[in-house]
C-alpha cells in the first residue's frame, strides 16, 4: 500500500487545498548507474591515504565511494560516469598500492589497482601534496612509469597557497604534468578538468546504436560473508572483487557492466548489512549507506543468503528492506554444494514471512550450480515491475475478490471497492477508488495485495495500491 494509506491500514488526512503529491513512475524511478561502455577510462591510483576516493567523489558528483582517515578504507576498483565540458568518461578509483605491505588483504588490493592502470587510457597519480613524494610514492610512479600510459601527477589537498609551492618538487618524479587540486574543497578542480579532458583519447565514432536506454540495474546485498562477492565473480568469469572469508571485505559498492543474451546490464556488488549494535567502526557505517542508496537505485535486489545456515531473519529484512527501495526481489541460495535444505519448506517460510513472496534460486558461487538460471529469473522480475496490466483484467479481479471475500464494516457502512487503475511502473502502481477509504483495514488491505500479486504472477514484486476516496 502506498505511504498516504499505509499498508492496510487508516489513511492519514489529505490538507485541504493541498494538490496530491506526484504520483507514479516519477516517485518510483530507480537512478539507474553512471557506468558505461566506451568512453575513455581514467585510472585513480596512489599510495593509500592521499585522497583518491575523495577525488573520485568529487569528480562523479556523487559520494559513493568510502572515505574514511584511516589507510585502506577503498578495497575493489570501482567505476563511476563523469562529464566536464560536453565531454563523457569513466572514472576507475582503486584502492592504495603499498609495495611494503606483503598482507593477503594488501596485495589483493594492489592487484585490483594494477588490473585498473592495464584498462586505463590515462592515470591519475595522486599524492599528499603536504607530505610530498614518500618512499611508497616512488615504488608506484616506478611502476606507472613501466605501464607506458599518459599520467598526470595530481597533487592533492593543495588548501592553500603555500601548499602549491611545496607541490612543485613532485616534478622530480619524472612522470609529467603536475597539477595542485584540493579534492575536499574543490580548490581549482575546474583547471585540472580541462587538462584531463585535453589528455583523453580522442572519441570514437557513434556506430549507430541507441544507448538512450537506461540498462537494468541489479543489484547484489545480503549479510556479510555469504557469498556476495563471489557470485559477481562467478557471473563475470573474473576476479572483479576482492575475495576473502573475512566478513567486511567489500565496502564500496561497485558497478559492473555483463552483457547476457544480447543485452547489458548492471550488476552492483554491495558491502554486507549488519545490525547497526554490531558496526564497530565508522567505515562501517558508511558502508551501510552506500549499500542502501545502491539498492535504491537498482530495478532488482538479488538477496544473497547461506544455504548452511538457512534463510535467516536478517534475510528476509534485507528483502523488505530492498522492497521499501522499491526494487523487485529474489533470494539467492549460495553455497548449495555444502548443504541442500528443504527447498519447499524455506519457500513457505518466506511466504508467510515476507510480503513480497520473492522466488528463491538455489546456486553455488564455487562450482556454478544454478548459477545460469539466476540472471534469467532476474530479469524476468525486472519485466514483470515493468509490466503495465489492462484496466479490464484489473477491474474483473477486483470484482471477482470483493465477491470472495466483502470489504470490512464500520456501524452501517461497509467498504465498496469501485475501480482499479495502473498508473505507474517499475514497480507497479495502482490506484484503488472506494467509496471511503477510512473504512480500509490493515488486515484487509494486505489480504488485497496479496491476492493482487497471485492473480498476475507479481510474486518478488513491490505493490503500490493508493486508496482514494470516490467524490
Known sequence: MSD?????????????????????????????STVAHGQPVVAVVGYPNVGKSTLFNRLTGRREAVVDAKPGATRDRRQGGAEWNGRQFQILDTGGIDEADESVMARDIAAQAIRAIDEADLILFVVDAMVGATPGD???????????????????????????????????????????????????????LDLLVESLPDPQEEDGDDTTGRMPALCIMGRPNVGKSSILNALLGEERMIVQDLPGTTRDPVDTIIEFEGREIVLIDTAGLRRRGRMRERVEVYSQQRALEAAERSDVAIVV??????????????CDQAARNHCATLIALNKWDLARPDLTDLAGRVRRKSRQHPPIIACSAITGEGLDRLLPAALRLYATSHERLSTHDLNTALRELAEERPGPRSGRQQLSMRFLVQTGIGPPVFRLEVNDRSLMTRDYGFWLENRLRERFGLAGVPVDIEVRSRR
Open 305 to 318: 543468503a547461506d544455504a548452511t545456515e538457512g534463510i535467516t531473519e536478517a534475510d528476509l529484512a534485507a
Open 4 to 32: 498516504e494509506t499505509p499498508a492496510g491500514g487508516r489513511p492519514k488526512a489529505s490538507r485541504p487545498g493541498m494538490p496530491d503529491r506526484p504520483r507514479g513512475r516519477e516517485r518510483h524511478a530507480a537512478r539507474g
Open 138 to 192: 616512488l615504488e608506484v610512479a616506478e611502476r606507472l612509469r613501466r605501464s607506458r600510459r599518459p599520467i598526470i601527477v595530481v597533487a592533492n589537498k593543495c588548501d592553500n597557497d603555500a601548499a602549491e609551492i611545496r607541490a612543485q618538487d613532485l616534478w622530480g618524479l619524472g612522470l609529467g604534468e603536475v597539477v595542485t587540486v584540493s579534492a575536499l574543497h574543490g580548490r581549482s578542480i575546474g583547471d585540472f
